[in-house]
């Protein structure tokens, strides 16, 4: 079994963005809370302050975040990904070939 970390699901973009906020963010001597806009843009904002108004989504409250905590967060946000399906053009095998089974 694969175990993938959830910031795997991230949009490249997406991770880099919140690099850079967390860069940031380190000037801030409190508390910020993220949020996800429509655009799939990163806003941080004082704690008492609702943007969900605006249309953003929650993401977390975090104390000068490193930028791996943030993408785990952002990763949750992120609709689940459909396995990728291999399709190979190998024969079936003969034993799941329909009529390949000779009655003995």
Same mark, same amino acid.
């Given at each position: 079994m694969v175990v993938e970390s959830l910031k795997s699901w991230l949009p490249e973009s997406l991770e880099n963005e919140a690099r850079d906020l967390c860069a940031a963010l380190q000037s801030f001597s409190g508390y910020r809370t993220l949020w996800l806009d429509g655009d799939d843009a990163l806003w941080h904002a004082e704690p008492d302050e609702m943007l969900e108004e605006?249309?953003?989504?929650? +993401?977390? %409250?975090?104390?000068?975040?490193? $930028?791996?905590?943030?993408?785990?967060?952002?990763?949750?946000?992120?609709?689940?990904?459909?396995?990728?399906? +291999?399709? %190979?053009?190998?024969?079936?095998? $003969?034993?799941?070939?329909v009529g390949a089974l000779v009655p003995a």
């Amino acid at each position: 079994m694969v175990v993938e970390s959830l910031k795997s699901w991230l949009p490249e973009s997406l991770e880099n963005e919140a690099r850079d906020l967390c860069a940031a963010l380190q000037s801030f001597s409190g508390y910020r809370t993220l949020w996800l806009d429509g655009d799939d843009a990163l806003w941080h904002a004082e704690p008492d302050e609702m943007l969900e108004e605006l249309g953003h989504r929650y +993401v977390g %409250t975090f104390f000068r975040p490193d $930028a791996e905590d943030v993408c785990e967060a952002l990763a949750k946000l992120m609709p689940v990904r459909r396995p990728a399906v +291999v399709q %190979t053009r190998l024969p079936a095998p $003969a034993f799941a070939r329909v009529g390949a089974l000779v009655p003995a």
